[in-house]
Each structure stands twice: as C-alpha cells, then as structure tokens.
C-alpha cells in the first residue's frame, strides 16, 4: 500500500468577533489564495452606512466589509459579509457553516484606504474626501503563495539583529490599537474612477 504523501497545510485567519457578554471570540478560517483581480467602487454610501452602524474596526461594519457586500457579485466567489482589511492584505470571508467561519480568500492591496478605516475620524474624513472627488476604485490583486524556496531564499538574506527592536502591531491587533486611538498616518488614496470604467455590476 503506498504511503500518502503528506502535504503542508492550508494557513487558518483568525476572525475575531465580540458577543454579546463583550467576550472575543477567535475563529479559525482557511486561508485561500486569491487568482483573479478584483475592482470595487468605493462610494460616499458605504461610508455613511459604516458610520451610522459604528464600524471602526469592525469586520461586519466597516467602510470596506459595506463596500464588498454592495458589490459582492464583483468576487469570482461567495461572499458572506466578513472582510478583515489591513494595510496590506484583505480576508474576505466565503464560507461558513452553521454560522461559523470555515473558509476565506485573501487579496493583497495598496490602496491605503485601512488607515482612514479603522482610525477615529478617519471615516469623516474619508467621507468627506469621497463626496468632493467622488467615488475610488480599490483594486484588490492576486496574492502569490510563498514557496519554501521563498522562505529559505528570505531567511538566507535578512542579516541577524544586532540589537532588540519593539515590533509593532499588525493585523487585526493594528485594527483594534488603531480604532482605539491609533494616529493615522499620510493616506494616498485609489485612482479616482474614470469616466469610461464600467459600473453596470456596481449595487
């Protein structure tokens, strides 16, 4: 009988979610990797609706969650009204079962739009940046799997540290530090829309 080759793992996002009790819960989903280009258009009413709900920092509530699931027939996939969205990379949640996270995509992005998301005030003036200019295109992109060749090729080149370095926050503890009080940093923004881009999937 031939051995089954064993395979590495699909990574798990945690989904944090805070009951009613005001106790987090931390769910596991697997991660799967995005392979096609998704275009949203950002519009003044997802900020509003974000800011009516309260959604700093929230996966359900906030200005990008909104915006993915007005346009969720935008996605190649499933997309149950989750999204974790950092500074770099966006969790769009696409499976659950029985209510709970089982399944997400990951998309990598460059649009900035994290720090005025999950920063008070941020959302104000993200609103107010969006009812002058209009709406943005946030673009989210495939994200390359790392290899471990990748992961070899990048320890061999990163030098050990001569000195201890505070490490800062990131994902879903940046979003909670940055809801709490956290200081936004300069913002550029996505490509202002087109007057030719196509907005017939737009809801």
Not at 68 to 85: C, I, L, M, T, Y
Not at 161 to 169: D, G, I, N, Q, Y
């Amino acid at each position: 009988m031939t051995a089954r080759k064993k395979g590495r793992r699909s990574p798990n996002h945690i989904f944090r979610f805070q009951l009613d009790n005001g106790e987090v819960a931390e769910l596991p989903a697997r991660v799967v990797y995005a392979r096609k280009r998704v275009d949203l258009i950002l519009e003044a009413e997802h900020v509003e609706e974000s800011i009516r709900l309260g959604g700093v920092g929230n996966t359900a509530r906030c200005t990008m969650a909104i915006c993915s699931k007005r346009q969720a027939g935008n996605f190649p996939h499933a997309v149950e009204g989750h999204v974790d969205w950092y500074l770099r990379r966006a969790y769009v949640l696409s499976k659950t079962r029985k209510g709970v996270p089982t399944e997400c995509v990951v998309y990598r992005h460059g649009d900035e739009i994290a720090r005025l998301n999950d920063t008070p005030g941020g959302q104000a003036k993200l609103l107010k940046i969006l009812q002058d200019g209009g709406p943005r295109v946030v673009t989210l992109l495939p994200m390359r799997k790392r290899t471990r060749t990748d992961e070899r090729r990048r320890a061999d080149s990163v030098c050990p540290p001569t000195r201890s370095r505070v490490v800062p926050a990131q994902g879903a503890k940046l979003r909670i530090a940055n809801s709490i009080g956290g200081v936004a940093a300069p913002v550029k923004l996505p490509r202002k829309i087109s007057k030719n881009h196509d907005r017939s999937q737009s809801i």
